[in-house]
């Protein structure tokens, strides 16, 4: 399983943690394929959506919300958390490990932790293989 | 009766879904369930049910739709769980000029022909940069036209684009003395270049070219994109040519009405060797718009040149200068420069550059052009987003480079049908039965500068802040 | 001031909330789960955000309308500061920002639908006399007065009337109590409920209101001493009988938000009912053309007027137009006609639906075609003997007085109305079933969402609190009665025709970018 | 309402194994307020088992459809077609809603994706608490509207017992007494005499107890 590949990573963001447009060559340059999914609110974020993105192919989903106490929504960010937390313990169940999702509070323009977030999730993914259900 | 000239339109619903404005958010946890009253069942355009329709059925999540701002799912929810926000992607949408209201009205156009109408009043700035900062006039009580509804497919928006002897003069038996040069003539006066990027694929040329010959306007193009597909359409091909490469198109020019060469100096002698490969070629010349433009103007105005076609940016303004004017400001230079030495009437002026709206047409030949050409406007009919990613060699999110030409075809027909409604409404508001009527009649618009001078300077004085 | 000061008696403000649940303020105000019911907040808050009825075991949710946002911070009952489980949070409600657009900004329509609810200016900083559309109204200020001016007088005791029949020809010399009658809105376009309860609201504060072109429907009639009937190109629903009973009638020549351009109403739109007022075929499409076809002169002009002069020998007329460059050789000849009431409609104006191209660009502002009407009519030596009424794209209590001062004398308010009614200005009003929020409809579901009684109230409601500022600026410059004001220029500034340091003296003109 | 909770999914996985085409039918009612059974828990569910089978190569095919209410006949109906479609239901109501499908559908093996937990309501957002325990006699009047039979841990009808400490219960500490919950409403209410009479042993025939329940509205049946 531990093979090199290049995997394919699927990033919800929300508009006030990160910004594509200015941070993309930091994802440019990883050795991955990210697609993006912008949203407004971080509330937006589905446990349905994570989901589906696991089985259009992704090997890991990242969701980028912004700083605790911060969201525009007052409570967006936290039940971003929350349902993360929630869709891990299913990943868990089913076998997939939860560890293929993860979640970070960044703030727009934190270059330096949207890069090393993205270098967590790829270090993860050398021990965890591509995903087993694409 | 005359023929009455209409431009066919038809349906042609978005392939790809369109960047909606507005995003519903939901705060669902908040809500227990089961609400008899639930504004999602309730929502007088049906959006809630198409979104779930929506979400169920793509692999990947879409959370925006084309909301029509009511507020009443957010103002009626019994728990309370919505909000919204303006879609993230339609603040991306275009930029500062080619804003996202202008995809929006042209993305309406294209799809149904229709111009596009609502309710209350105006919502926009009450004066803006560029044309925006001149209204049309009205005719209030005295009108030549019939009535606005009825007399309206009588106007007349056809120009010319071919030179015009500067006066007639007769022989004795009251024959004519000269030989009038050919006529050529458009019905519309709106002509088709092609914008600076996007995939122009040979499907989405040919669709750009299939609505020129079906609605008889022209297509500016670079002779290398002509490919055999396009032969049946030279007709309505204006292949841009260089002083330096056209006697390497001479079967293509052969075949053409009109050529255009690019401008340098000098450029007029090539005119004749033009028109050695075809007699009676009506040749334009392309001119970056620069403030020299008109001191261009008068010079070629005395050669055999039958229209100068100016090119502004992409936003309508001056190349190759620190303080861009405004099209509107450079084409009302050179209109009158040319009127100035009476030699206004034997031309043609052409301009192209930041033409997005119905609108800017009639201001721009009320400022003094004959006729503009339009590039970006064709790709966005064709749901082209302005995302730029074909620039920097990344796919296309609306596949225009697949695109089925007819598809493509009829968009544009329907963005220049609902164009030409709207230059009709606009003339006939004015009173008048022809485009060309239009050119240069400043006396029929209203100017910022002016009202502002006329009106606001007896009461508050003198301008301190210099227009905006 | 002397004893002969009339007072006027003025209709009663009636708090009438919103139709709809939850409603729309400038802060949000989130309650979370540690909340223990406590009720301090409902104790605390004298705006009454917060709602814990007697008996019930924990508040409601927050009436975010009412809160009164961050300035409450130094009050010491800030419910945020306040609550022992630290259960709420403040925000500045983001959704702000997806409503309104720059003639009629989010915090100008919220602080409307506050006004037409309690009739009385709004107590939430909201900026309601200003839009953003960086010209016109929202860069005129009224300079500062001198104190010295200043006149102690109740509202009551200030006349805000003006005089529609200023020719001295033996008519009816009609006098409304507010400088303010309501737009041409017809039948059909609006829902019936609408058009009745702007009719009760301006019988309640002696206005007017005017049946736009689509026939008088009979539950007008008890309130006809205050209903316009509207002449317009179709003549749609014109009888002898509605002219006869009518205070005033108005010729519309053209609407401001499409100058030039006939009026369409779609063959579905024309229902049994429709058909019925307008006279027509029940689903056949109905044009109204452009112009008259029977004026094509001043001289056929006068020969309408003398007609309606004839069928109702009591009734005034008044002439609507819209604003092209020659609007004030169209008002001279209006005069010369006969006119009592020359009404100019401006280009920015209020529709039901229009071409968008025509509500931008087609004829003039009316901030520009006010000075130069009145101008124009002074300088004939006649703008004594013509009332002048402004139109489209008047907002506000203060852009009615800057219309007044540029020289209206009084002005028609069709959009504020409907905002009082909590319309949204979404521009929808013509589209799929019309408008969504029971205003602009006669779809039979939708159209119940709005009562006769909540409309005249609202509206009522909105004009008193108008009238308040209108009283509190004509005090300031020692003026008893709102006629003093017409024409009072000078009495204005433009923020461009300033100097910087004299500009710094005046609220700047918001100037923010909107997503519209 | 019914509250439930959806079952470990390795058990639905487990119950499922056997078909290869299934319809995951949702309840619209009680289990969509407890967030166990509504479109979205539906829709959930279904990604989690489709991504669960494809990790081990098998195949399956997932229907999803959410009715009204699946305790009522004119709701069942539309999902007729649906359930005939495919192999099994995986129904996410109530045990109620199930056995509804399992009447209906004579040949459709129905399986449940939810354990039925109680009738309750929803205290606070997430937070669902037993109320009512369906005994067939209410006897909420006497006791001020709080049903000890549900809410004391030792079901209690004379009183509390002496295990209640600050208002707790002693069998489970975090919960309220429901002895005192009792008394001091009795006392606002000004009823506190209602506990001074003796209650007699409960008749539970009403209750589970006497098999299966049945009630006849004669009114209603023609």
Known sequence: ??????????????????????????????????????????????????????????????????????????????????????????????????????????????????????????TDLTDLGPNPAS | MPKKYHIETSLAPPRFQPIGKYTTIEFREDCAGSCRECVKKKCVYNIFKDNYQHMSSMAEPEYVYACMSCLRCIQECTKGIFSRVINPEYRTLGDQYWNADIFHRTWYQAHTGSIPVSGAGYRGPFVGQGFDSMWTDMSEIVRPTRDGIHGREYINTSIELSRRPERLSFNEDMSLAIEPPPILELPLPILFQLPSFGLLSTNTLLSIIKAAAKIGTLVLIDPANINDTFKPYLNNLVPMLTSDNYASYSDIIANCQMVELAYKKGIEKEFEKLRNIKKDLFISVGIPLTPQGSDIALELAQTEVDTLHYYADKDGRELNTEDPRFLKDVIREIHLKLVDNAIRQKINLLFSGGIAMAEHVNKAIICGADAVAIDNSLLIAMECRMCLRCKDGLSCPVKLEDIDSEYGCARIMNLMGAWRNQILELLGAMGLREVRRLKGEVGRSMWFEDLEEENFGPIFGKRKVPSF | MGNDIKKVKLPEAVETPSRFRNTIGKYTIKRNSNCIGCGLCAELCPYGVHKKPINYSRPFRPVEHKCIGFKCKENDFYCIDRCPAKALTLRLNPIMETIGDYRWPAEMMLAHFAMAETGDLPKVDLEYNLGNSGGGFDKIRFIKADPDQYIELDDEEIDTSVKLNKTGDNRPDITISIPCYGGGMSYGSTALSVMIGRARMAKRLNTLTCTGEGGYPPELLPYKEHVITQVATGLFGVQEETIQRCPIMEFKYAQGAKPGLGGHLLGEKVTKEVAAMRETVIGSSLFSPFPFHSVYSVEDHKKHLDWMKEINNRVLCSVKVSTPTDVDMVAIGAYYAGAHIFHIDGSYGGTGAAPDIAKKNIAMPIEYAIPKVHNFLVAEGVRDKICLIASGGIRNAMDVLKAIALGADGVVIGTAELIALECIRCTNCESGRGCARGIATTDPELSIMTTEEYTEQRIVNMYLAWRKQWCSLLREFGMQSIKELVGRSDLLVHLDYLDEDERAKYQPAPQQHMII | MIVGEQKPIAEIIKSIQPYRKILILGCGTCVKTCFAGGEDEVAVLASALRLSFKKDHQEIEIDELTVERQCENEFIQEAAESIGNNDAVLSLACGAGVQAIAKRFATSPVLPGINTSFIGIQENPGLFTEECSGCGNCELATFGGICPITRCSKKLLNGPCGGSRNGKCEVAPDTDCAWQLIIDRLKILGQLDNIRSYIPPKDWRPSTSGGPRKLVREDHII
């Open chain 1, 1 to 122: 399983m531990k093979n090199k590949f290049t995997p394919k990573i699927t990033l919800f963001y929300c508009i006030n943690s990160f910004n594509e447009s200015d941070s993309f060559p930091i994802i440019k340059d990883k050795n991955c394929n990210i697609h993006t999914v912008k949203m407004a609110c971080s509330s937006m974020v589905k446990d349905v959506f994570l989901l589906r993105a696991f089985e259009s192919g992704a090997d890991a989903v990242i969701v980028f919300v912004c700083p605790e106490g911060q969201c525009r929504y007052v409570e967006g960010n936290i039940r971003a958390k929350k349902r993360v937390a929630w869709v891990k313990k299913l990943l868990d169940e089913i076998g997939l490990d939860g560890k293929r999702l993860s979640i970070f509070n960044l703030s727009r323009g934190d270059e330096k932790n949207i890069s090393k977030a993205i270098d967590t999730i790829l």
